[in-house]
């Protein structure tokens, strides 16, 4: 076989590029005024449809939540759209997909959404940073592009930020978290 | 020119200019502190290298560019009126070599009437303005960039929100900003300066009973005591639909910081600048802006001459005759309104004497006002139209704009209770405004703006070199209107942006066209209004923050077992596990793959959830293939179309239940496919009867593929009946893995028997290792995606986007059923029944196999000849060395090239000839008997 071998590898400056993605079980950010970390052992559920249906289903009790809502308790409904929204803290088991009669659709989501929780009296420096998003007037939808993500952002306490992005993007979220200065 | 510091205390700093030594002192700009050291010759000027001394005081000033070396990086260009002198500062003059005293090229400007405005549209032509165009640049470029200075990302963008925001802390600034404030609304007030107060700073003044400084501080104070955020150093750069403006926050210990600030009002309080006189030599050392030499006086204890004239044709400037003779220099004031004419500067190397109206002087400074232009950047960028308000030769905001006020000396108003009135109503205040001590007069001032036709070379924008006579020139060539004439001369266009020469610029053609002012108007306005490093405008979004990939939850059991990791549609994944080139590893991957079982992570593979009782009408019109047919269980291959008819994406789609399918599709195209379900959902069905989720991310697939894949998946009893009656190919079905549910489907992309297990993401790594452990005996391995693209091409499977382009239909891929026979709607259906659809000669997914044991390059044009001349009838789409073959293989797409299979074809490629022979697309196993081996 002849030598065939590439003379350059222009595309494998990725291998260096890209961080290793962090072992979200375990990872914290201790900073001056603020901290970060992954909240495990929620479970979510993604519903589409008829919404009073679906928390009925699942949660009668929760609470909704738009963006920049205090929680302070689960189950909760976040709001995503009109007719979407994410119940979360939910203890009915996992959901089978599918479509339901009484007029809506679910999906497991436990594991397509990390959560991750930023609190501390800077929370709110470090949110300014990552959303443009008028916060004080809250929405009711919890959508935002967070750091350049599609995420859901509420909170659990006054100095306590929740955001939900996908799993697959939940490094990109930590980097920038990471990186940031102080 | 003598200037020397006469007053004033501060720690000394030691710095350099042009290898010259010098002292300064803490609070000195560098250009203060040039001055405090007498230095007259600080650049040299674009074209002509003319000697350049500093001109202005602050963001207007034209000449004195340089390139600042601190801690051993350097930045080039900046302003030395706006950097700050710290220690150790190594400042090198710009376009000027060896020093800008003794620049080598300073004898261009005897060659001047050779390279007016413009010079390079006529000039250098022949034989190749190439061979010209490097040693014109660098003749005539500014500073130098040090390739080793690459900052750090990590000026941070904040985002912010007020009911006021105020741009600029001087008296109307304040007066806004205080009145807002006591009216209860949130402000932000901001100031380019470290101290607030604007003019106030420099000038004589009492406001409310005290100097205009000290009210400056106490309004300072009480906006934050109350809260209010008050923000020195701050330039507000540009304003954007909405009320959105950019602040650029200077910082001197920690990064700079970029604000995005959502105000409901903004009140643009940002002064006026200075103008120069236009008249023959004005460009000399030494001749400065009057106002300059009164804040270096009250700023920085810097007086500017010893001998000086101070020549304005308005009273604003006048005043600043008493404070320069207090600190001990001689003035002759020259009062423009009352007729005299200035004739001529002398001195080459900077002012020795100054002829007014015949009078010879000596002076050693020539200070200069030819009336103050209101900064009205900001309410220009965002669309407000001025007026030309001719008792002040200025032009002025016209009307208001909804969101936002201009007050003081930005609107015109130049009297200090003018600016606090107006101020004052601009932040909606109660009550009375602050006072002024002195009433104060508007504005007397006697236009004098460039005459045409004048003697001498006479300077209107001294960073670009642009004189009257440049733009006496433009008019000859026609180019008449401001904005030509700002591109035909490049007035306005430096650094400074014209802040010292538009007016000046556009007088000069109003009068050479017989035009007004107002009516020849003024160029577009547009951010920023000075120049921001990049660092500020980047932010911290850059390296792996700038785009990032997404990744896969086995990351790390992927690093840890080897994998050189590479970016597919979006997602980092393994490319090859193992060292060895990426050829050996990928050779050796897929040549084991067809031989014992593969282990390859296909998560990132589109897994969108279409529900509901309309689900099954959505995934037909989607699709070109009919899907409704499809039973539970089972999956069907199709594509999806454009609305031109053009594959948009290929991929399966599995009918989970009635109600229930999973559209699957390449790992790029998701958020492309889910948008376009969601567009159709909303526009042709009811949205009420389909819901779609994106469960890609939620979700790992791993896939175990070749020859030994069922053994693999018997060792891992997932309670599911593996014989191929129960489990045909195309079929899937669940099991269960570590208590959750594990779809079990049989699809290959390989051609070999091919199982992928879908779980949960939580499970994947449980799944991954057990995998790893039941393929052991059976000499299981982690696969890349690089073999799997080798694998895939063997068969003739293709990559939507690589084995198609923007015009391939279905039928080109041999895909012919749907449109021929399938009867309902689906989307492109209309567009594949055009002319040109039904053309006989159009591109054509095939196979190329060639002689000898060279593959040929992907891209590869396929040639024939018409009356030889030689055109591309199709293109080399994959290309691979086979080792399951031991030969070449190749996919193209190639005119009619079903209809040439077994045809010998000419292919080129950088000028080679080579020789393929026409196949169908599958090179390997073409009965598919090795799916179910």
């Known amino acids: 076989m002849p030598d065939l071998r590439q003379r350059t590898a222009p595309l494998d400056h990725a291998a260096t590029l890209w961080s290793p993605r962090p072992d979200f079980a375990s990872v914290t950010i201790e900073r001056d005024g603020w901290a970060a970390r992954s909240v495990t052992g929620l479970s979510q559920c993604l519903v589409s449809g008829n919404l009073a249906a679906a928390r009925k289903a699942f949660a009668p009790d929760a609470l909704e939540m738009g963006l920049w809502s205090i929680a302070t308790s689960i189950p909760i409904l976040v709001r995503i759209a009109r007719d979407r929204a994410l119940i979360v803290g939910h203890d009915t088991g ?43 007037s809250g929405s009711p939808s919890a959508t935002v592009v967070f750091a350049g993500l599609q995420a859901l952002l509420y909170r659990v306490d006054e100095q306590a930020a929740r955001i939900h992005v996908e799993t697959s993007q939940a490094t990109a979220l930590w980097h920038w978290l990471e990186k940031l200065p102080g | 020119m003598t200037a020397r510091r006469i007053s004033g205390s501060g720690a000394s700093l030691s710095f350099s200019f042009d290898g010259r030594p010098l002292q300064g002192r803490a609070g000195d700009t560098i250009a203060s502190a040039l001055l405090a050291s007498g230095v007259r010759i600080v650049g040299r000027g674009f074209k002509y290298h003319r000697p350049r001394g500093i001109y202005g005081h602050w963001t207007e000033e034209p000449n004195a560019l340089v390139d600042v070396t601190r801690d051993g990086r350097t930045t080039p260009n900046l302003r030395a009126t706006t950097e700050w002198l710290t220690e150790g500062m190594i400042v090198r003059s710009v376009n000027a070599a060896p020093t800008a005293e003794t620049d080598r090229s300073r004898y261009l400007d005897r060659f001047a009437r050779f390279i007016p405005a413009g010079f390079y549209y006529k000039t250098f032509l022949w034989p190749d303005w190439h061979r010209f165009e490097p040693s014109i640049r660098a003749m005539a470029g500014l500073g ?20 006021i925001l105020v741009v600029g802390a001087g008296p109307a600034g304040l007066a806004a900003a205080l009145a807002a404030s006591r009216a209860g609304r949130s402000v932000m007030l901001v100031d380019d300066r470290p101290e607030p107060g604007g003019s106030l700073l420099w000038n004589e003044t009492e406001v409310d009973g005290v100097g205009g400084a000290e009210w400056a501080g106490a309004v300072a104070r009480e906006l934050r005591d109350r809260g209010q955020r008050v923000l020195p150093d701050t330039t507000a750069f540009g304003v954007f639909d909405h009320n959105l ?13 970029q604000w995005r600030v959502r105000a409901k009002t903004v009140v643009v309080a940002a002064g006026s600048i200075e103008r120069p006189l236009v008249f023959p030599d004005n460009d000399r050392p030494g001749v400065m802006s009057a106002e300059a030499a009164l804040v270096y006086l009250k700023l920085h204890g ?38 005299p004419v200035i004739d001529g500067v002398h001195g080459a190397s900077g002012v020795e004497a100054v002829t007014i109206s015949g009078r010879r002087m000596e002076a050693d400074c020539l200070l200069v006002s030819g009336g103050f232009t209101p900064t009205v950047h900001l309410f220009c960028q965002a669309k407000g139209r001025l007026r030309y308000d001719d008792r002040i030769a200025a032009f002025v905001p016209g009307e208001p704009l909804p969101g936002m006020a201009v007050a003081g000396a930005a609107n015109g108003a130049f009297s200090l209770q003018e600016a606090l009135d107006q101020g004052h109503a601009a932040g909606g205040g109660n009550g009375v405004a602050p006072r002024a001590a002195a009433s104060g007069a508007p504005l007397s001032i006697k236009p004098a703006w460039p005459r045409p036709g004048s003697k001498g070379r006479q300077w209107i924008d001294f960073q670009n070199d642009v004189t009257v006579k440049d733009v006496e020139l433009a008019a000859r060539e026609n180019f008449r209107s401001v904005e030509h004439l700002k591109r035909y001369t490049t007035l306005g266009m430096a650094t400074d942006q014209g802040k010292t020469s538009n007016m000046n610029g556009l007088a000069a053609m109003a009068a050479i066209t017989g035009r007004t002012i107002e009516a020849t108007g003024t160029t577009t306005y547009r951010p920023p209004f000075v120049p921001v490093p990049f660092t500020v405008i980047a932010g911290r979004r850059r390296g792996e923050l700038f785009n990032p990939v997404r990744r896969l939850v086995l990351e790390a059991e992927h690093r840890a077992a080897g994998a050189v990791f590479r970016e597919y549609g979006g997602w980092l994944r393994p ?13 050796r991957e897929a040549k084991q793959a067809r031989e014992t079982v593969a282990i390859f992570d296909g998560s990132p593979l589109g897994k969108i959830e279409v529900m509901g009782p309309q689900a099954t009408d959505l995934v037909d019109y989607n699709s070109y293939n009919t899907l409704s047919t499809l039973k539970p269980g089972r999956f069907r291959y199709g594509f999806m179309l454009t609305e031109s008819g053009v594959v948009y994406d290929d991929g399966v789609t599995a009918r989970i239940a009635d109600d229930h399918y999973l559209v699957s599709c390449s790992s790029g195209h998701v958020p492309g496919v889910m948008a376009r379900l969601e567009e159709w959902r909303q526009d042709r069905f009811d949205p009420a009867k389909i819901a779609i989720h994106n469960s890609t991310a939620g979700l790992a697939t791993l896939t175990a593929t070749g020859p030994r894949s069922r053994r693999l998946l018997e060792a891992l009893a997932l309670g599911v009946d593996l014989s191929d009656e129960a489990l045909p190919h195309m079929a899937f079905a669940d099991g269960v893995f570590d208590g959750a549910t594990a779809r079990i489907a049989r699809v290959s992309f390989t051609g070999d028997r091919s199982y992928e297990i879908t779980v949960p993401a939580s499970k994947a790594p449980a799944l991954f290792a057990a995998m790893v452990e039941a393929g ?17 091409a063997e068969k003739g499977f293709l990559i939507a986007g690589k084995d198609t382009d923007g015009t391939t239909m279905p039928h080109d891929l041999g895909v012919r059923g749907p449109r021929d026979r399938r009867a309902g709607e689906y989307v492109g259906k209309r567009s594949l029944f055009t002319d040109d659809a039904m053309r006989d000669d159009r591109q054509q997914l095939v196979g190329l196999s060639v002689e000898g044991e060279t593959p040929l390059p992907t891209g590869a044009h396929a040639v024939d000849r018409i009356e030889g001349r030689r055109r591309s009838i199709g293109f080399v789409t994959s290309s691979y060395w086979s080792p399951t073959l031991g030969r070449p293989i190749a996919l193209a797409l190639i005119r009619r090239g079903l209809g040439r299979i077994g045809e010998t074809i000419e292919l080129v490629h950088l000028g080679r000839p080579l020789k393929a022979s026409v196949t169908p697309p599958c090179a390997l196993d073409p009965e598919g008997a090795r799916l179910n081996a």
């Open chain 2, 144 to 163: 130098r960039l040090d390739p080793d200075h690459e900052p750090p990302a990590d000026a941070a963008p904040v985002n912010a929100r007020c009911d």
């Open chain 2, 575 to 587: 490319a090859w596990y193992g060292p060895g080139s990426a050829f050996e590893a990928t050779l």
């Open chain 1, 94 to 136: 996992v959901v089978p997909s599918g479509w339901r009669p009484e007029g809506f659709a679910a999906s497991d989501a436990t594991d397509l959404y990390a959560v991750v929780e930023i609190a501390g009296p800077a929370m709110r420096d470090i949110v300014a940073q990552a959303t443009a998003a008028d916060l004080d």
């Open chain 2, 302 to 339: 810097v007086l500017v001459g010893e001998r000086i004239v101070l020549a304005a044709n308005n009273d604003r400037a006048l005043a600043a005759a008493e404070p320069l003779r207090a600190a001990g220099a001689a003035v002759t004031v020259a009062d423009l309104r009352e007729g």
């Open chain 2, 245 to 257: 403006v950019a602040l650029w926050e200077r910082r001197h210990d920690q990064p700079d910081r």
């Open chain 2, 776 to 792: 052991r005996p059976l000499d299981a391995f982690p696969m890349g995606s690089e073999a799997l693209l080798l694998l895939r």
